[in-house]
Nanobody
Framework: QVQLVESGGGLVQPGGSLRLSCAAS????????MGWFRQAPGKEREFVAA????????NYADSVKGRFTISRDNTKNTVYLQMNSLKPEDTAVYYC????????????????WGQGTQVTVSS
């Protein structure tokens, strides 16, 4: 079993930056594929980014590519999402996800999810 806890959300101005963290516990972190999703009010949950440390693979949604960077530190059992050049449309609850199949993470079918952290981009 894996437990995921997100942190780092908050209020930022358009064009600003924020770094989200997701701390994992319960199993060996380095064996899990990790991802970030977001959900805005009245909208479906949306894929943001995913990472496989062992394979050196990362994927990003077109809407965030070039602005967001996903990374992980296996010594700290933590995955990060660095968000730059933030836009109001980035406002959402951001969720961390984990699974032992990368395709499950990409498709939003991961077996483990965090509780989410709110990101608000507004003037």
């Amino acid at each position: 079993q894996v437990q995921l806890v997100e942190s780092g959300g908050g209020l930022v101005q358009p064009g600003g930056s924020l770094r989200l963290s997701c701390a994992a516990s319960g199993r060996t972190f380095s064996t899990w594929y990790m991802g970030w999703f977001r959900q805005a009010p009245g909208k479906e949950r949306e894929f943001v980014a995913a990472i496989s440390w062992s394979a050196g693979i990362t994927n990003y949604a077109d809407s965030v590519k070039g602005r967001f960077t996903i990374s992980r530190d296996n010594t700290k059992n933590t995955v990060y999402l660095q968000m730059n050049s933030l836009k109001p449309e980035d406002t959402a609850v951001y969720y961390c996800a984990a699974d032992n199949r990368y395709v499950s993470v990409l498709r939003g079918a991961a077996g483990y999810w965090g509780q989410g952290t709110q990101v608000t981009v507004s003037s």
